[in-house]
T-cell receptor, first 118, second 118 residues
């Protein structure tokens, strides 16, 4: 089945130690998103890639970076994790293209990576 | 900027009963989508139902239906004949609609935790 895969599902890192979360997709979607979801809160968009174009949200801290080496993979790098960065990180994808008949509204989510910072 | 408000942090209902989850939103846009996403415990978020603002008819997907009141900016979700598998966090979400290509971001509410009691 086509899907969005996130590895690992659980990640523990130390305060200040860089960590990378990965996302892959078999849907061949051209748009990929990273969300941060803290306990009992709504998912918050960090950034997204439209094809190779990186789009950062204005309030995303510089501590968060992303890479998309190809269509299928996208990485979230946290350069110096703080205790406040402990959260669930969700990857999502969607397809988009020219024309009103090209559905772009639905996002497909991965299961998330729960990050703990010690 | 858009805001989405879910005023019921938690709800519970007996299996087979009907439950309604509330959502209100604020926007100055005229063309947009509204969604209900479901996030089961430890599983990925999935789209339950969507509504296009220009359509007057309320969307229905099997046991799930919405009551969309555009003037009141209200978008409630009704789950009929509730099942144990409906236990999840439910998020209401808003997205501006584009006629040409280019994704808009999802704005989520804070969620309603729904528990179906056997």
């Amino acid at each position: 089945d086509a899907m969005v895969i996130q590895n690992p599902r659980y990640q523990v890192t130390q305060f200040g130690k860089p960590v990378t979360l990965s996302c892959s997709q078999t849907l061949n979607h051209n748009v990929m998103y990273w969300y941060q979801q803290k306990s009992s809160q709504a998912p918050k968009l960090l950034f997204h890639y439209y094809d190779k174009d990186f789009n950062n949200e204005a309030d995303t801290p510089d501590n968060f970076q992303s890479r998309r080496p190809n269509t299928s993979f996208c990485f979230l790098d946290i350069r110096s994790p703080g205790l406040g960065d402990a959260a669930m990180y969700l990857c999502a994808t969607s397809r988009d293209g020219q024309g009103a008949n090209y559905p772009s509204y639905e996002q497909y989510f991965g299961p998330g990576t729960r990050l703990t910072v010690t | 900027a858009q805001t989405v408000t879910q005023s019921q942090p938690e709800m519970s209902v007996q299996e087979a009963e009907t439950v309604t989850l509330s959502c209100t939103y604020d926007t100055s846009e005229n063309n947009y989508y509204l969604f209900w996403y479901k996030q089961p415990p430890s599983r990925q978020m999935i789209l339950v139902i969507r509504q296009e603002a220009y359509k007057q008819q309320n969307a229905t997907e099997n046991r799930f239906s919405v009551n969309f009141q555009k003037a009141a900016k209200s978008f409630s979700l009704k789950i009929s004949d509730s099942q144990l598998g409906d236990t999840a966090m439910y998020f209401c979400a808003f997205m501006k609609r584009r006629l040409n290509f280019g994704n808009e971001k999802l704005t989520f509410g804070t969620g309603t935790r729904l528990t179906i009691i056997p």
